[in-house]
């Protein structure tokens, strides 16, 4: 499900907003900066101080994700169900992936978020419908935020 390309730009862009549904019904967006890939099918973050995130997936499972690389101006957005999954029942191999790229915040993280993903899309700017290239959107963006 997720492309080689799709896992790239989770790993290089771990910031990914979690949609999910409060208890009223309204939606909710909260950034999670502790994301990783555990399959071509699943993706985890860290629960740091996320209440009400935690909360939003125990009663409603059904969420989207959206990553950015404000670079590229590529996206990648992903839905699926998302699971709560305490440290001390969590899997090795879960627990594994989050020692190796975020063994510094592993102690503050009371738990994860694991997503099993029903659909995964890769979004380009329109700038590429335009002509853009790649490399020419990374030199434009690049200055931007040099500008800032």
């Known amino acids: ?36 890939v555990v399959d071509d099918r699943t993706i985890a973050c860290g629960n740091i101080r996320s209440p009400g995130t935690a909360a939003n997936l125990r009663r409603t499972p059904a969420c989207e994700i959206c990553f950015l690389d404000p670079l590229t101006r590529k996206s990648v957005r992903v839905s699926g169900n998302g699971t709560m999954i305490g440290k001390a029942v969590a899997s090795r191999e879960l627990t594994g992936v989050f020692e190796q790229y975020w063994a510094d915040y592993l102690p503050h993280m009371t738990g994860f978020m694991v997503f099993d993903l029903t659909s995964a899309e890769l979004i380009l700017s329109p700038a590429y419908d335009h002509g853009a290239t790649e490399e020419e959107l990374v030199t434009a963006n690049k200055a931007k935020m040099a500008a800032l």
């Open 1 to 36: 499900m997720l492309s080689d390309e799709m896992q790239s730009l989770i790993r290089s862009h771990t910031a990914g907003f979690v949609a999910t549904v409060r208890e009223d019904g309204s939606a909710a967006v909260s950034p999670k900066a502790t994301f990783v």
